[in-house]
């Protein structure tokens, strides 16, 4: 089955410390999205990228990086720099739009949950 | 910065009845999408009307653009109790060279069985 897999669904992480949350999908999608889902303030891009080896910011990216070494694999990682992590975070992929003219459907991962101690 | 708001945050109806919410936004759009998530889950794409489109069907869901007044709705006819579940509506802003959706708050949506 075509899809995008999030790991770990559940993570915990003390002050000062890194983590990665890992991002895989199958659906051949040119683009991949990272949102933070805080309750009840909805989705927030972190970042998002349309091709390989490029990637943007989205609004809240202070604190993350990510990378887009394959087509496949879009891994988010939080940083120390972070200052309030605690939150779901949701992966996403679409295809890639032709000529600007907007977004397209977004499929989504299940989601990772992270704890800060 | 959020571009679209939903309103209500919350709804609570009966099974059977009809579930309407709104959806709001500031900036011009290419498109609307509206999302569902269950809780905990990942969101799954229900319906994508476009800014040249005034309605829209699939299934029981129904739903509505005035962009004039910058707004849309969503109607779910004959609500059941697994209907139960967050609704996001998302635009995509017109012009832009990238492939980005912007998320409204959501509504929360209870059927009782």
């Known amino acids: 089955d075509g899809g995008i897999t999030q790991s770990p669904k559940y993570l915990f992480r003390k002050e000062g410390q890194n983590v990665t949350l890992s991002c895989e999908q199958n659906?051949?999608?040119?683009?991949m999205y990272w949102y933070r889902q805080d309750p009840g303030q909805g989705l927030r891009l972190i970042y998002y990228s349309q091709i390989v080896n490029d990637f943007q910011k989205g609004d809240i990216a202070e604190g993350y990086s990510v990378s887009r070494e394959k087509k496949e694999s879009f891994p988010l990682t939080v940083t120390s720099a972070q200052k309030n992590p605690t939150a779901f975070y949701l992966c996403?992929?679409?295809?890639?739009?032709?000529?600007?003219?907007?977004?397209?459907?977004?499929?989504f991962g299940a989601g990772s949950r992270l704890t800060v101690l | 910065s959020q571009q679209g708001e939903e309103d209500p945050q919350a709804l609570s109806i009966q099974e059977g009845e009809n579930a309407t919410m709104n959806c709001s936004y500031k900036t011009s759009i290419n498109n609307l999408q509206w999302y569902r998530q269950n809780s905990g889950r990942g969101l799954v794409h229900l319906i994508l009307i476009r800014s040249n489109e005034r309605e829209k069907h699939s299934g029981r869901l129904r739903v509505t653009l005035d962009t004039s007044k910058k707004s849309s709705s969503l109607l779910i006819t004959a609500s059941r109790a697994a209907d139960t579940a967050s609704y996001f509506c998302?635009?995509?802003?017109?012009?832009?060279?990238?492939?980005?959706?912007?998320f409204g708050t959501g509504t929360l949506l209870a059927v009782q069985p």
């Open positions: 998302a635009t995509g802003l017109y012009g832009g060279a990238t492939n980005k959706l912007i």
């Open positions: 659906l051949n999608h040119d683009a």
């Open positions: 996403a992929s679409s295809t890639r739009t032709s000529g600007g003219v907007g977004a397209n459907v977004l499929t």
